[in-house]
């Protein structure tokens, strides 16, 4: 599930939280590429990108490219700053609607697109709290009640999972209404909010000079003094402050106007008008299409571009493995919960096309499908290929909350069920507040933390942007992991997660050390000395990297169908 990446803080007298993003000085190069940066060095946890490259080079190691698939809402094939690191299907013949490479889908030389139909791509979806109310509902608390005791005694684990997400889709479905109605009614007091502060600029002393006449006026000026707090809109004209606030809103608008129609709503379902599939078969694989794009890429393009981005124009924002990956796409995130088939396609979509890491970066709290999920990591597992995963937003233990898809059967388990996967928690450039406030954590069940806050990436235009999230620190690893398995392809998954959990630089600020297995931040550097020196056998290729063998016997079941 996307969400919005903004600081929040509480707006008295509304009774809830004021969505304020801090705007960044574009010309802050240093801060652009802070994320890459040598901790030795610099004192600031970055993850050491361009001393791994040299260090590499110094063992006079070649690389070779290695296919990075992003599972995300889609990506823009075309920015300037992906386009020479995008991944082509070398047996697809592009736009000529045939299936040349006879694998199932249909002039896939980018990914392929698991949202959508021939001519249809899925944009806003529910979440999965709502699906699973929706489904077991009748079941657990229908009309007869006899009925729905036996149900449940029969069906305890779906009964389980009924009753959690009863509970979010109850309470978060509330607060998607109410947060809607709040900030419609700061978009209200806008222009109020000018007219408060029209001929003078923002500060505390302009703001405590003016009496309020209105109740609108009244609100308006507890918006205005909200926006003071932020330093960098201190001293803003009317119109700035007016524009800042128009942005802001909108996106927060938006953001709560879409769960509370549509991702809340048991009413609203677009999957059988936008792919037509039957959802409940899971044997289904070939539906979708090869709109890498969709309706909404920027979360998708954003997390290419921290894999594989290059410089170009004015623009100095890399990729950690931008020397070495091309990025494959395969839209699976809608605005709102991936759905758990999809998940699985998508897992198989990609080791089947030559994807050597794919990276995750999103998550939920209930899995209806989470055993198709499951096997198809399995699956994944048995082919050699890494599995880089976003930890979750919510600063939450995963110990107590889980967060699907998760590579540990239950919540109890100390040890996960596959070896191929990397749990990634986010990381800032505060050496005092290291785990960025948002990430989630665990000491079994998160393996490392990366940068994830202040990250400058691509975005759709072809332009770029800040973003914060695990969703960013996930690729980061993603990266780190491709500069390893292109210059030592025979590190095995295992291999490369251990390298780079061995070698962290640690910090014992805040009890950091005990948020994940590793207790730090990652050092590709390190990470390749340690892979280097415990690993590498003087081979530049193994088996498990061939190019994958097409099947040909495959028949089409439904023709054509984020980010």
Same mark, same amino acid.
């Given at each position: 599930?996307?969400?919005?990446?903004?600081?929040?803080?509480?707006?008295?007298?509304?009774? =809830?939280?004021?969505?304020?993003?801090?705007?960044?000085?574009?010309?802050?190069?240093?801060?652009?590429? =802070?994320?890459?940066?040598?901790?030795?060095?610099?004192?600031?946890?970055?993850?050491? !990108?361009?001393?791994?490259?040299?260090? #590499?080079?110094?063992?006079?190691?070649?690389?070779?490219?290695?296919? /990075?698939?992003?599972?995300?809402?889609?990506?823009?094939?075309?920015?300037?700053?992906?386009?020479?690191?995008? =991944?082509?299907?070398?047996?697809?013949?592009?736009?000529?609607?045939?299936?040349?490479?006879?694998?199932?889908? /249909?002039?896939?030389?980018?990914? =392929?697109?698991? #949202?959508?139909?021939?001519?249809?791509?899925?944009?806003?979806?529910?979440?999965?709290?709502?699906?699973?109310?929706?489904?077991?509902?009748?079941?657990?608390?229908?009309?007869? $009640?006899?009925?729905?005791?036996?149900?449940?005694?029969?069906?305890?684990?779906?009964?389980?999972?009924?009753?959690?997400?009863?509970?979010?889709?109850?309470?978060?479905?509330?607060?998607?209404?109410?947060?809607?109605?709040?900030?419609?009614?700061? +978009?209200?007091?806008?222009?109020?909010?000018?007219?408060?502060?029209?001929?003078?600029?923002?500060?505390?002393?302009?703001?405590?000079?003016?009496?309020?006449?209105?109740?609108?006026?009244?609100?308006?000026?507890?918006?205005?003094?909200? %926006?003071?707090?932020?330093?960098?809109?201190?001293?803003?004209? &009317?119109?700035?402050?007016?524009?800042? #606030?128009?942005?802001?809103?909108?996106?927060?608008?938006?953001?709560?106007?879409?769960?509370?129609?549509?991702?809340?709503?048991?009413?609203?379902?677009?999957?059988? +008008?936008?792919?037509?599939?039957?959802?409940?078969?899971?044997? +289904?694989?070939?539906?979708?299409?090869?709109?890498?794009?969709?309706?909404?890429?920027?979360?998708?393009?954003? /997390?290419?571009?921290?894999?594989?981005?290059?410089?170009?124009?004015?623009?100095?924002?890399?990729?950690?493995?931008?020397?070495?990956?091309?990025?494959?796409?395969?839209? !699976?995130?809608?605005?709102?919960?991936?759905?758990?088939?999809?998940?699985?396609?998508?897992?198989?979509?990609? %080791?089947?096309?030559?994807?050597?890491?794919?990276?995750?970066?999103?998550?939920?709290?209930?899995?209806?499908?989470? !055993?198709?999920?499951?096997?198809?990591?399995?699956?994944?597992?048995?082919?050699?290929?890494?599995?880089?995963?976003?930890?979750?937003?919510?600063?939450?233990?995963?110990?107590?909350?889980?967060?699907?898809?998760?590579?540990?059967?239950?919540?109890?388990?100390?040890?996960?069920?596959?070896?191929?996967?990397?749990?990634?928690?986010?990381?800032?450039?505060?050496?005092?507040? #290291?785990?960025?406030?948002?990430?989630?954590?665990?000491?079994?069940?998160?393996?490392?933390?990366?940068?994830?806050?202040?990250?400058?990436?691509?975005?759709?235009? $072809?332009?770029?942007?800040?973003?914060?999230?695990?969703?960013?620190? $996930?690729?980061? /690893?993603?990266?780190?992991?491709?500069?390893?398995?292109?210059?030592?392809?025979?590190? !095995?998954?295992?291999?490369?997660?251990?390298?780079?959990?061995? &070698?962290?630089?640690?910090?014992?600020?805040?009890?950091?050390?005990?948020?994940?297995?590793?207790?730090?931040?990652?050092?590709?550097?390190?990470?390749?000395?340690?892979?280097?020196?415990?690993?590498?056998?003087?081979?530049?290729?193994? $088996?498990?990297?061939?190019?994958?063998?097409?099947?040909?016997?495959?028949?089409?079941?439904?023709?054509?169908?984020?980010?």
């Amino acid at each position: 599930m996307k969400k919005i990446a903004v600081a929040i803080c509480y707006l008295a007298g509304f009774g =809830w939280a004021f969505a304020q993003s801090t705007p960044i000085a574009d010309q802050d190069k240093d801060l652009m590429t =802070w994320y890459h940066k040598d901790f030795a060095s610099t004192k600031v946890y970055g993850v050491n !990108t361009q001393n791994a490259y040299k260090y #590499l080079e110094s063992k006079g190691l070649k690389p070779k490219s290695v296919v /990075v698939a992003v599972l995300d809402s889609g990506v823009q094939v075309d920015h300037p700053g992906l386009a020479p690191n995008m =991944w082509k299907n070398p047996n697809e013949i592009p736009n000529n609607g045939i299936d040349d490479d006879k694998n199932g889908y /249909v002039d896939d030389v980018y990914g =392929w697109n698991f #949202l959508g139909n021939k001519t249809k791509d899925v944009d806003v979806d529910n979440l999965e709290v709502t699906r699973v109310v929706k489904k077991y509902k009748p079941l657990f608390e229908g009309a007869d $009640s006899t009925q729905n005791k036996a149900n449940q005694a029969k069906m305890p684990e779906d009964f389980a999972m009924y009753m959690k997400a009863k509970a979010e889709f109850s309470k978060k479905g509330t607060e998607a209404k109410q947060g809607y109605q709040t900030y419609s009614m700061i +978009e209200q007091v806008i222009p109020n909010a000018e007219k408060l502060l029209e001929g003078k600029t923002l500060s505390g002393a302009t703001l405590a000079s003016i009496t309020p006449s209105t109740q609108q006026d009244a609100m308006a000026l507890q918006v205005l003094a909200q %926006v003071a707090q932020n330093p960098d809109m201190r001293g803003k004209t &009317s119109k700035e402050v007016g524009d800042f #606030l128009r942005k802001d809103i909108k996106e927060a608008l938006d953001y709560f106007k879409n769960q509370a129609e549509k991702q809340y709503n048991l009413d609203f379902d677009p999957r059988a +008008e936008m792919v037509g599939d039957n959802y409940d078969d899971y044997s +289904e694989k070939y539906y979708g299409n090869n709109h890498y794009q969709g309706p909404d890429a920027v979360h998708g393009t954003h /997390v290419a571009g921290i894999i594989a981005g290059v410089p170009q124009g004015k623009e100095i924002q890399y990729g950690v493995a931008s020397k070495v990956a091309k990025i494959m796409t395969v839209r !699976t995130v809608p605005n709102g919960d991936e759905r758990d088939k999809d998940v699985a396609n998508a897992i198989r979509y990609a %080791v089947d096309n030559g994807a050597k890491i794919m990276n995750m970066s999103f998550g939920k709290p209930v899995s209806p499908g989470k !055993t198709h999920v499951w096997d198809a990591m399995k699956y994944a597992e048995s082919k050699g290929v890494l599995m880089v995963k976003a930890a979750g937003n919510d600063n939450e233990n995963l110990g107590e909350h889980a967060y699907y898809p998760t590579n540990f059967a239950t919540q109890q388990d100390v040890k996960p069920f596959v070896n191929n996967m990397i749990v990634v928690g986010a990381s800032t450039n505060d050496n005092a507040a #290291l785990r960025a406030d948002f990430s989630n954590y665990n000491q079994y069940m998160v393996d490392v933390f990366a940068p994830g806050d202040k990250i400058y990436s691509s975005i759709p235009t $072809s332009t770029y942007k800040y973003e914060q999230g695990t969703s960013m620190a $996930s690729p980061v /690893v993603a990266g780190a992991s491709a500069v390893l398995l292109a210059y030592m392809p025979n590190l !095995t998954p295992a291999q490369v997660i251990e390298s780079l959990t061995k &070698s962290v630089n640690k910090s014992s600020a805040n009890d950091f050390a005990k948020q994940s297995v590793a207790g730090g931040v990652i050092d590709v550097k390190k990470a390749a000395e340690y892979a280097y020196t415990h690993f590498y056998n003087g081979k530049n290729e193994t $088996s498990s990297q061939k190019a994958p063998v097409k099947k040909t016997t495959k028949k089409i079941i439904k023709k054509t169908v984020k980010k």
